[in-house]
């Protein structure tokens, strides 16, 4: 007979036979593996210090094209609006006010006037605000002189008035808006929290930049950026010409440049600029208004078929 003791001590030798097949085997094994994730991990490495090389590399050139565009920059622009006058809309508190102030820099290098900056806040283009907004645009409260559209669209009919008292009509011997009616329109704008002045004043101008960065991302972004999209083209349509500067991202689709590029009809209005906050962006949008002075719209930057900048102005024999 076997007996409990036999089977006991076959099991071991059973358990033991295999532990010992299985560290032979791993070890026979993992040499090879060990080198192979070694020789990997060693070429990912060299890739990453190639990529970073690259990087700094390209950074470096970014850098210096960047600093050639701002130095050329006053030679490329200069006369491009003289005698002209320039009003600068920020859309919102995304717009960087190093981007407002290197553009109104270099209108002033283009011989041009900033009028003033107004900066748009999120109520501007909320339609949870649209209520409030037209029982205060259609109020009896309004200056003299100024005629709103027949429309019950809340965006048509603020952009229509801000554009009628902040922009000097393009047709000759046609009154400029009166100061104190800008003042009074700007005021009760403010007092519903839809824009803030940032400069010590504003007066009407012949042109307007609308300056704006990325897109909404609300629910609601569709309404908000053709709330926008309307005042770009009523600034357009009350004076000589306007500009939509922008980032590559307000060139997507729900963004202000994207929406005004796809609309043939708007396109063909008012310049947009999707590089603003780029030197050439800056270059391309003071570049944009002296074309708008002459009846051509177009769309600049970086964009698909965008121009990268407008035709410079032909020199003077």
Known sequence: MIDFRYHLVSLIAVFLAVALGIVIGTTALNAPILEDLEGEVAALAEDKRELETQTRELQAQLDTSEAFEQAVAPSLVADNLAGRSVVLVAAGEDVATETVEEVSTLVGQAGGTVTGTVRLQPEYSDPAAAAEVQSYVTGPGLPTGVTLPETDDTGQLVGSLLAQVLMRPATPGAPAPDTAALSSVLAGLRALDLLDVESSSVTPADFAVLLTAGAPAEQDAAQRTDTLVDLALALDAAGSGAVVAGDAASAGDTGPVGVIRADPENSAAVSTVDNVDA????????????????????????????????????ATP
């Open 279 to 314: 030197a050439s962006g800056r270059i391309s949008t003071v570049l944009a208004l002296g074309r708008e002075s002459q009846g051509t719209s177009g769309a600049y930057g970086t964009g698909e078929d965008a121009q990268p900048v407008p035709p410079l102005p032909a």
